[in-house]
């Protein structure tokens, strides 16, 4: 099935991704489903396949994809992924590793394949990034810049920027009332565990 939703209205479309589904369940047969929409993979598969320039850059579950990105690529395909690019410094203990960030020291799991890598990043998602200074010392730390915050219904989105211009966005829930002043500079923190340091 190749982008067989891709002409629908939003409404429609989602309608149908449950239909599709309903059917796959129904009839048991295996079913290649071709899509550039993150959120409709996440959706519809079983199994995602997230190729680039006709490479495989990584194959699994959609929460395998999701929670465990192996590649840079693959990590900023599947949902908002945030990035702080660096050198491997080297062990951080519990099977954590050390990135030289232009925000500074970061740990987060390495893969295995990435020892070699020249480039490297760690990737955090939004729902794992939190306004205020680090609890204890399994919580990464970094100081940024509160550019905007866009209510998108359910959650706030909370875009931020680094002395370096990298952009980082939080997420955060609608309801909270005491959100923090644009232009503020504040502390983010995160944990160590959940950052994934990919190539």
């Not at 006709?54 to 929460?63: D, Y």
């Not at 952009?167 to 565990?193: C, F, I, N, T, V």
Request: proline share 5%; net charge negative.
């Amino acid at each position: 099935m190749d982008e067989p939703l891709g002409a629908l209205d939003k409404a429609l479309r989602e309608n149908m991704q449950l239909e599709i589904r309903r059917l796959h369940k129904e009839f048991g047969t295996t079913l290649i489903y071709v899509t550039h929409d993150q959120e409709e993979a996440l959706v519809m598969s079983d199994r995602i396949c997230v190729m680039n320039h006709a490479q495989v850059e990584q194959l699994g579950t959609p929460h395998q994809i999701y929670a465990d990105p192996r590649t840079i690529f693959a990590a900023t395909f599947i949902g908002h992924s945030n990035l702080l690019r660096g050198g491997l410094l080297g062990e951080a203990g519990d099977g954590l590793h050390l990135l030289d960030t232009p925000a500074g020291r970061v740990a987060g799991r390495l893969n295995a394949r990435d020892g070699g890598a020249q480039q490297l990043a760690l990737v955090i998602r939004p729902e794992h990034l939190h306004v205020g200074p680090a609890p204890d010392a399994e919580h990464n730390e970094v100081t940024a810049t509160l550019r905007d915050v866009i209510y998108v219904g359910a959650e706030n989105r909370l875009l931020f920027v680094l002395p370096d211009g990298t952009e980082l966005m939080a997420s955060d829930k609608a309801s909270r009332a005491d959100l923090p002043a644009r232009g503020q500079s504040l502390s983010l923190h995160w944990r160590k565990d959940q950052g994934r340091i990919v190539s």
